[in-house]
């Protein structure tokens, strides 16, 4: 902000220089600012994003055990948009190769609650055996919950597909010129170097957003999730970002 000044000693911290509720309008706020304190959330996250369907060889091949992927692409997608999936993988997600790099895609799928849970769940485990492509947690479908469906994809990739180099999160509602974007990882990679490349993340940048505080939004943000006037810098709806 504007009314910070310079900080001779770096051991003193820039927000004890004004109160709480200044920081809380700064344009590029603190993050302990304006999230709340950090809490153990490992007995929920141990029950949400359990895998009611997961293919742990989806990155390996049985013919080939050091088999290489370049980059895992994570789609969020409603459970019951089976038809959405499908055009994907018949366009866009019908090719695996690319300028001699692989790609492999993952569908992150939530769950429905209520009377067609039990019939959507039996074409789920029907398109997960038929396609192997399908990761499903043990959370509600709903649009404040798409960010566990991001959190999921990283646990997979982590614990399934660690050797991969890229990670590619996405919508079943966009497009994605593959061979492009290779071709774009390659070429910067060889200009910048491995050491900036760790450094890599890519996306649809908004900056200098101010937090919605109309609870009847479809995207109202909490006080107590976010307590800032404005958001950080953030990258919307799709990424990409170098993990090795």
Known sequence: ?????????????WKAL???????????PDIDVVVPKKTNNKRYFDQVLQYLHNNETLCSSAKDK???????????????????????????GSQHLFLGRNVRYVFILAKVEGKNEAMIQELVAKEAQKYGDIVQ??????????TLKVVLGL?????????????????????????????FLLETSDKAGKEKMSRFF?????????RIANPKSRYYVNESYFA???????????????IQ
């Open 137 to 146: 947690g043990n959370f509600q479908e709903s649009f404040k919950n798409l």
């Open 202 to 210: 890519v996306g649809s940048k908004m900056a200098g957003s101010r």
């Open 66 to 92: 050091n088999y290489n992927v370049f980059v895992v692409s994570l789609i969020s997608s409603h459970v019951s948009n089976f038809e959405q999936r499908n055009a994907i993988r018949e366009t866009w």
């Open 228 to 242: 800032g006037d404005f958001l950080s810098d953030v990258l919307l709806w799709w990424f990409l970002c170098y």
């Open 155 to 183: 646990k997979w990739t982590t614990e399934f597909c660690s050797d991969v180099a890229y990670l590619y999160k996405g919508d079943e509602d966009m497009f994605v010129a593959w061979r492009n974007v290779i071709r």
């Open 18 to 28: 004004v109160n709480t509720t200044q920081l809380k309008k700064c344009l590029v």
């Open 1 to 13: 902000m504007s009314t910070f000044t310079y900080i001779s000693d770096p051991e003193k911290h």
